[in-house]
């Protein structure tokens, strides 16, 4: 699932695929107002990290080496960007086929739905009725179903 959460983020930055490196940096470093407070930089270099983006010298200095402390920056790095996105206007994360979807993933938008009780967020996530080992709130989500006419 983690091509979806680039795609996402690529999504609320306004990144092409098709985007020079430079056009890249550029917006990335804009967004960077949407990440206020003292760990800007961190969460900047961070989605720099996941998203394959190079901003210079000084981003390997501010992404951690160890594993889990990188997916915990990933994690308040996304949250950072779309919070700062949904106090503007509102936002809707759509994720398809969630039941495929990795343990960190699931952590990601399981933070991400922290959000939604304060901010104009919304995330409307798809999935196989019935799929056992649900994580966490995912399990216990009501689910819709539509019929046919």
């Known amino acids: 699932m983690r091509r979806p959460i680039i795609q996402i983020l690529?999504?609320?930055?306004?990144?092409?695929?098709?985007?020079?490196?430079a056009i890249t940096r550029t917006k990335l470093?804009?967004?960077g107002r949407a990440l206020s407070g003292s760990e800007a930089a961190q969460n900047q270099a961070a989605l720099a990290h996941l998203l394959g983006i190079d901003i210079g010298p000084g981003?390997?200095?501010?992404?951690?080496?160890?594993?889990?402390?990188?997916?915990?920056?990933?994690?308040?790095a996304t949250r950072a960007l779309l919070?700062?996105?949904?106090?503007?206007s509102p936002v809707v994360?759509?994720?398809?086929?969630?039941?495929w979807a990795d343990?960190?993933?699931?952590?990601?938008?399981?933070?991400?739905?922290e959000i939604t009780d304060f901010q104009p967020?919304?995330?409307?996530?798809?999935?196989?009725?019935h799929t056992e080992g649900m994580p966490g709130r995912f399990a216990s989500m009501p689910s819709a179903t539509s019929g046919t006419a």
Do not use: C, F, K, N
């Open 10 to 21: 690529r999504g609320a930055l306004g990144i092409g695929p098709t985007e020079a490196a």
């Open 29 to 31: 470093r804009a967004a």
């Open 59 to 76: 981003q390997a200095q501010a992404v951690p080496s160890d594993p889990r402390a990188l997916q915990s920056q990933l994690v308040l």
């Open 83 to 88: 919070q700062g996105l949904a106090e503007r």
């Open 93 to 99: 994360v759509a994720v398809e086929d969630l039941h």
């Open 103 to 113: 343990p960190a993933s699931i952590d990601l938008l399981t933070v991400l739905l």
């Open 121 to 129: 967020l919304m995330i409307l996530a798809t999935s196989r009725p």
